[in-house]
């Protein structure tokens, strides 16, 4: 998908900001659900900022790249899922079922 850019006015230019925007990451950044998205090799290829929110990530514990076997790891060790809660959500996204 091809990003879309929006000129800011000039007044926000004269302030440093950047004339650029991300419009598909505002939208999901706005949202109140978590969201990622997954290749078929299940590396994470998008996900929004209250995806850390949910999972108790900092900044750093997720980026796009990062393997869903090393993101279930991470959520047994600090986050609110459990092993078998992880091994369950596998099963299901093997099933074609998430």
């Keep these: 998908m091809k990003q879309q ?3 800011i006015p000039s007044r926000a230019k004269a302030e440093g900001k ?3 925007r991300n419009l598909p990451a505002e939208t999901l950044n706005i949202l109140d659900q978590g969201i990622m998205m997954w290749s078929a090799e299940g590396t994470c290829v ?3 900022t209250r ?3 949910l999972l108790g990530f900092k900044a750093d514990q997720i980026r ?3 393997r869903r076997a090393d993101l279930w790891s991470t959520c047994a060790m600090v986050g609110p899922a459990k092993a078998h809660d ?3 959500a596998e099963a ?3 099933a074609n079922r998430p």
Excluded: W
Aim: glycine share 4%; proline share 0%; net charge negative.
């Design 18 to 20: 950047s004339a650029e």
């Design 51 to 53: 995806v850390l929110d």
């Design 5 to 7: 850019k929006i000129e």
């Design 92 to 94: 299901q996204i093997r």
């Design 64 to 66: 796009i790249g990062v």
């Design 86 to 88: 992880l091994a369950e």
């Design 46 to 48: 998008l996900f929004n």
